[in-house]
């Protein structure tokens, strides 16, 4: 796959060479990164193919790099079963360079025609924001900036938990332990949320006692939804459109902090009126059957059947996720609909794609659970219910507040200091939660999140803002036609930028920001190493400055380029 990266070219020469050599397919050659990179660019382990044609690996190895013919600029040596392969430095900055340059570096068009509809976020109204969301929500946006950069058309959807059972307990607990004047008042002082959230903690713990009272509560529970969902303008309706205007202006606070955008906010309540056409047609496919009272759907695999509709007539969120996918079909004809959700969803998501197989509609596998890892707490699992989480925005205004501290500390005569600082906090927390291979479970650590050195967002921006100042200094533009011969002194920088748009491709089509969130942090190491080595502003002659500025302007870019497809900002100075 091209992939806009200008190592493609060395590497087509390499698999085309290696092909010939050896009379097999292109496709069939696969070149590694050595791991010692002064071992070469590329490698080719021999270990397989010798295996094959019951040969020795080294003597296979050696027996190729008799045979290559045509590698302009590529160096070939023999390392036991390995032959490694090294691009010729002038020739490696020339392409970097120029490559790098172009403002659309890293983009592809992979994805050109085709749609992806992405679920992200997705928070339920009446809670606070807890760092569990967070996840969702950076990887949706991480995901969706990697896509479009590769051509895709993404259409970023916000389905929030605006429906469902629970809001018949959160009107049970407004009326039981608060009233709406005292919501009221909670909103004048920006506390609302806050206010939902202990009311319905304190639902729960009466809940728990179990007895009578808990009896009492499910049942006027049950009313209060069978009210909401009855569709006519009364007392349930008014006050749940009120506690979803007070959650969606909290959602929106933080939104803009951390610059995640959507296509469409459509929560789960948009698509009441889909709701009895959806299950009808599903009754009609003939697939359906009804087990104690309530409508279920057999799918494979598991011995619980799917739960479509209660005896007494309410849908779950299985239904209102049918309806939803078929919205999102008939409206954007997506190639992939995918869902960035948590792994504790799995069996939800896997219901969802077996009952549309059952319906026979050939796009099933289509859909696509993107799950991340659970957020968990030192302590244990996270739970609202509970009271036990960790809130983002405490979280994001403490890293800000840290970074306020660091930057008066050391660079006192900052301009713009709080916008630095709120970027940089910002950066900090995401890229915290990017790093981590999304379906592993993180545990939440403060410690970690308030650390800004080593493999962090703070150090990637740090390293973008340096080679800008040294950029600044320098009072001259960099031009990629600097002379290559003189640039191709860093290589492993150079490498480094250059496989830039394959690491957003294979990022990309995978989902997975992580990839993209360490080959960045690699990048800035090697940037940093560069400055280090190599002075730039007083480097002797003009030529050699004009060349090393080339280079740390390319890294500069393909930083602030990485990190913006991170959903994070590079600030020019901190
Ligand atoms: N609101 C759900 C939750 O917080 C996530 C919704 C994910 N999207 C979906 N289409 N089911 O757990």
């Given at each position: 796959m091209p992939t806009g990266s200008p190592l493609d070219h060395f590497r087509h020469r390499l698999t085309a060479a290696l092909a010939q050599a050896l009379g097999i397919v292109p496709e069939s050659i696969k070149l590694e990164r050595p791991r010692d990179p002064s071992h070469g660019d590329f490698a080719f382990p021999c270990f397989q193919l010798a295996k094959e044609r019951k040969q020795a690996p080294p003597a296979l190895a050696s027996e190729i790099a008799g045979k290559l013919a045509g590698l302009e600029h590529i160096s070939a040596k023999t390392a036991g079963p390995f032959l490694n392969f090294t691009i010729d430095r002038t020739e490696l900055a020339r392409r970097v360079l120029t490559a790098a340059f172009d403002p659309a570096y890293g983009g592809g068009n992979e994805g050109a025609g085709k749609t992806i509809v992405l679920d992200y976020s997705s928070p339920n109204i009446a809670k606070r924001f807890h760092i569990g969301?967070?996840?969702?929500?950076?990887?949706?946006?991480?995901?969706?900036?990697?896509?479009?950069?590769?051509?895709?058309?993404?259409?970023?959807?916000?389905?929030?938990?605006?429906?469902?059972?629970?809001?018949?307990?959160?009107?049970?607990?407004?009326?039981?332990?608060?009233?709406?004047?005292?919501?009221?008042?909670?909103?004048?002082?920006?506390?609302?949320?806050?206010?939902?959230?202990?009311?319905?903690?304190?639902?729960?713990?009466?809940?728990?006692?179990?007895?009578?009272?808990?009896?009492?509560?499910?049942?006027?529970?049950?009313?209060?939804?069978?009210?909401?969902?009855?569709?006519?303008?009364?007392?349930?309706?008014?006050?749940?459109?009120?506690?979803?205007?007070?959650?969606?202006?909290?959602?929106?606070?933080?939104?803009?902090?951390?610059?995640?955008?959507?296509?469409?906010?459509?929560?789960?309540?948009?698509?009441?009126?889909?709701?009895?056409?959806?299950?009808?047609?599903?009754?009609?496919?003939?697939?359906?059957?009804?087990?104690?009272?309530?409508?279920?759907?057999?799918?494979?695999?598991?011995?619980?059947?799917?739960?479509?509709?209660?005896?007494?007539?309410?849908?779950?969120?299985?239904?209102?996720?049918?309806?939803?996918?078929?919205?999102?079909?008939?409206?954007?004809?997506?190639?992939?609909?995918?869902?960035?959700?948590?792994?504790?969803q799995r069996d939800h998501f896997r219901e969802l794609k077996l009952v549309v197989k059952r319906l026979g509609l050939p796009w099933w596998d289509d859909i696509e659970h993107a799950y991340f890892g659970m957020m968990r707490l030192p302590e244990g699992k996270m739970s609202s219910r509970k009271g036990r989480v960790v809130i983002l925005e405490d979280v994001l205004d403490s890293a800000v507040e840290q970074v306020r501290t660091l930057v008066r500390e050391k660079n006192p005569n900052l301009q713009h200091a709080d916008e630095v600082a709120e970027q940089v906090g910002i950066g900090a927390v995401v890229f915290n939660d990017l790093k981590n291979d999304r379906r592993r479970d993180v545990v939440f650590s403060w410690q970690e999140v308030l650390n800004f050195d080593g493999e962090t967002g703070p150090y990637c921006q740090y390293t973008h803002a340096r080679l800008a100042s040294i950029v600044r200094k320098s009072g001259q533009t960099p031009s990629a036609e600097a002379d290559p011969a003189l640039a191709g002194e860093g290589a492993q920088l150079l490498l480094a930028i250059g496989r830039f748009p394959e690491t957003v491709a294979l990022a990309a089509e995978r989902f997975e920001p992580h990839l993209l969130a360490s080959a960045t942090v690699e990048l800035a190491q090697l940037a940093n190493a560069y400055y280090r080595d190599h002075r730039v502003l007083d480097a002797g002659s003009q030529q050699l400055v004009a060349a090393r500025l080339a280079l740390v302007e390319a890294a500069r870019r393909t930083l602030a380029r990485a990190l913006a497809l991170l959903g994070i900002a590079a600030p020019a100075e901190m």
């Open positions: 969301h967070l996840r969702s929500t950076v990887i949706g946006m991480a995901i969706r900036k990697m896509c479009e950069a590769r051509g895709f058309r993404v259409v970023g959807i916000n389905h929030i938990g605006d429906w469902g059972s629970q809001f018949g307990k959160l009107l049970t607990a407004l009326r039981r332990y608060s009233s709406e004047a005292a919501l009221d008042a909670a909103a004048a002082t920006g506390t609302a949320i806050e206010h939902l959230h202990e009311i319905y903690v304190h639902y729960h713990e009466d809940e728990e006692k179990g007895g009578d009272l808990a009896k009492e509560l499910a049942a006027e529970s049950r009313k209060w939804f069978l009210d909401l969902e009855s569709g006519a303008e009364n007392e349930a309706r008014r006050l749940w459109k009120k506690m979803t205007t007070l959650s969606l202006a909290e959602f929106e606070r933080i939104y803009r902090r951390l610059n995640v955008t959507f296509t469409e906010i459509r929560g789960e309540s948009a698509y009441e009126p889909d709701l009895a056409p959806t299950v009808r047609r599903i009754k009609e496919a003939g697939v359906t059957r009804i087990s104690e009272g309530a409508l279920v759907i057999d799918v494979e695999g598991s011995e619980k059947p799917a739960l479509l509709q209660t005896g007494d007539g309410t849908t779950l969120y299985l239904t209102r996720d049918l309806a939803s996918v078929f919205y999102r079909k008939e409206t954007y004809k997506f190639w992939k609909a995918v869902y960035v959700v948590g792994s504790d």
